[in-house]
């Protein structure tokens, strides 16, 4: 019996396969798709893990912690036990709020459990303690989590503050916002821009007036209404009465109340100022003396601590700048590196455009580079993998059974990431782990299996069949 004639069902089938184009098909087919899903399947930093979460958030205005405990919070974590798939209830209970937190089973459909809790409160409104004032069902999303942190800061403060950076951040939020593939921007840090109503008790002591006039007529005078349409001559006019704030001058002529026949008006008892709120918090950077060097060496930077200084040229590193952070999430299954990539440009776009000379922008976090960088990292591992690989098996075992080793590992991962991006996965840190492990299972087989095939084929007195 020889390796031409086969007789049992497995050596036909290795046979015909072995004599046919298959393997080299298979070969190129594998290669491709793997290059492509390589460069196509999205790369994020977290993993995709569907674990839904759901905040109930109930306010009871004036009902103090242990009311809202005993009337509110427990009645509603047994109520919202009973809600398929919830493994775990959690609540944390204020003075006239209390917060339930839904952890759902791992794996367990978003939209179904969103839909499960809607459904369990809204059948149960009748068993809603008269102290509620509202309620709100509130999802929590694990893509809310920001992949770039753009943190907009001033060199000179006296000329652009944390009220103007919160400005200019709010605009550029709204050119990230229009980015495709955005979901969640968020501003944190500086003074946001509110009206203050700042009474004056002498006068409106003289005036006779109370604070509870001014509230009415303010409300008053800060009202539209629609009344309907009328229809005349072929044309449809709208009739409305009252009107809406539209400048900080109209609010200062708002009418008051009538005193001896004049008319007192808002701003006549108060003083109305246009500005930054009250300061709630503090947010500042300050920076290394290497990182100075690295990126400020050649930019002319005013220090406001520093600014009696002979050389004015550069950072100082007792200079502490106000600082507004932008952040920015993706939505789910889009690429993060593409993402990330977008904002840079789009913020580089409007450095030229709309920032002022003192404003500058430092990446604070960037999940797509550090994304990409891993990946990239796993390709080039791959590569010295086998070659080392390659060469060890061709020194020892001969330059075929190095071939044979050689293209088992990019055949093997070219087929794992086709049918990764085939099924919707996305190259992160879990998957990453996991192709990273099975590297060593990958080169291992191989090398197992051509050394046996060698050693079998080599005995010549052993059978046919044995050495298939």
Known sequence: MNMQTPTNLTAKILSTILGSKLPFILLVVSMLAGIMALNYTPREEEPQIVVPMIDVVVTASGV???????????????????????????????NSQTVVTLRFHVGENREQALLNTYNKLHSNTHKIPAIVDNWRVQP??????????????SSDSKTVNDYELRRLAEEVSTFLQAIENTSEVNI?????REIQVNLDPEQMTARKISISEIFNAIQS??????????????????????????????????????????VVLLQDIANIVDGPAEQ???????????????????????DTKSSQSPNNATLTNNGD??????????????????VAQAIHDK??????????????????????????????????????AVFTVVIFIAV?????SAVVVGLAVPICYGITLSLDLLFGYTINRVTLFALILSLGLLVDDPITGVDNIERYLKEKKAHCTKKL
Do not use: C
Request: aromatic share 8%; glycine share 6%; proline share 3%.
């Open 396 to 400: 020892f075992l001969g330059w075929r």
């Open 221 to 262: 005078s800060n009202r539209l209404q629609h009344l309907g349409n009328l229809a005349i001559e072929n044309q449809s006019v709208r009739l409305e009465s009252g009107d809406v704030y539209r400048d900080i001058d109209t609010l200062k002529h708002t009418p008051i109340s009538v005193i001896d026949n004049s």
């Open 347 to 384: 913020i580089q776009t409007l450095q030229h455009s709309i920032f002022p000379d003192n404003v500058h922008v430092e990446v604070l976090r960037d999940y797509g580079q550090t994304a990409n960088e891993k990946v990239n990292n796993l390709t080039t591992s791959l590569a010295f």
């Open 321 to 338: 700048y106000p600082i507004v952070t932008i952040s920015v999430a993706k939505q789910r299954g889009s690429n993060a590196v593409a």
């Open 64 to 94: 103090a912690v242990q009311q809202m405990e005993r009337l509110v919070t427990t009645p509603l974590e047994k109520l919202l036990a009973q809600v398929n798939g919830v493994e775990h209830v959690y609540s944390v209970t204020h």
């Open 140 to 153: 929590i999303e694990v893509d809310d989590v920001p992949i770039v942190l753009l943190g907009l800061w």
């Open 188 to 192: 944190v840090g500086g003074r946001s």
């Open 280 to 302: 709630q918090s503090y947010t500042w950077i300050d920076f290394a003396n290497r990182y100075q060097q690295a990126h400020y060496s050649n930019k002319t930077i005013t």
